[in-house]
């Protein structure tokens, strides 16, 4: 069936880089997307990817996507203290309906 | 920029009790979804809608809970008898097309008690 694989947590020091990795099963995905929650909020898109992309650079963020071995990773340059949250990687599955399952998330500390 | 709009942020009701959550999705979107969250878990898939009928559910989406458009901008969420364990975040979702351009909305804290 259809999962989604991240570690569970990560800890930096500020200013260094930091690197979410996520595997998923569905070899049909369409988009792979990362969101962020900062505690007690909702769901921020952060970006995405679409499944014919290999990288995708969005100002400090820059998404790897390996389909072969169906690896997505976030990487956040020049980590701040604003960037601790849960990350989670979704993937949106085959069919119209664009149901997305989620990872269980990657705690990312963020230390001084 | 266009916002998903939830309503309540927080609802505590009693186990047994029907519990509406509200969702206002943005306005040229068709695709709208329910998720849930129960604390410290995954993010879990519950329901999709599109044209006025649910395209996929999930095996959490029983016959307890049912979604409607009532009059083309809400969208909302019933549990008609609530359990302790459907305490949980509950996010509302949108997008122009189905698995692209996702908006999710704050969340609805639901607390059974």
């Known amino acids: 069936g259809e999962d989604v694989e991240q570690s569970l947590f990560l800890s930096v020091r500020e200013g260094d880089s930091s690197v979410i990795n996520c595997t998923y099963t569905?070899?049909?995905?369409?988009?792979l997307y990362w969101y962020k929650q900062e505690p007690g909020a909702g769901l921020q898109l952060l970006t995405y990817i679409f499944s014919n992309m290999d990288m995708k650079q969005d100002q400090r963020l820059t998404v790897l996507l390996n389909k072969k071995d169906k690896h997505l990773s976030l990487r956040i340059a020049d980590t701040q203290t604003g960037d601790s949250a849960i990350y989670f990687c979704a993937e949106s599955t085959s069919g119209n309906t664009g149901k997305l399952i989620f990872g269980q998330g990657t705690t990312l500390q963020v230390k001084p | 920029e266009p916002e998903v709009t939830q309503t309540p942020s927080h609802q505590v009701t009693q186990m047994g009790q029907e519990v509406i959550l509200r969702c206002v999705p943005i306005?040229?979107?068709?695709?709208f979804y329910w998720y849930r969250q129960i604390l410290g878990q995954k993010v879990e898939f519950l329901v999709s809608?599109?044209?006025?009928?649910?395209?996929?559910k999930s095996e959490i989406f029983d016959d307890q809970f049912s979604v409607e458009r009532p009059d083309g901008s809400n969208f909302t969420l019933k549990i008609r008898s609530t359990k302790l364990e459907d305490s949980a975040m509950y996010f509302c979702?949108?997008?122009?097309?189905?698995?692209?351009?996702?908006?999710f909305g704050s969340g609805t804290r639901l607390t059974v008690v």
């Open positions: 569905d070899s049909s995905s369409t988009y």
């Open positions: 979702a949108s997008s122009a097309t189905g698995g692209r351009g996702y908006t």
């Open positions: 809608f599109y044209n006025n009928e649910i395209s996929e």
């Open positions: 306005s040229n979107h068709l695709y």
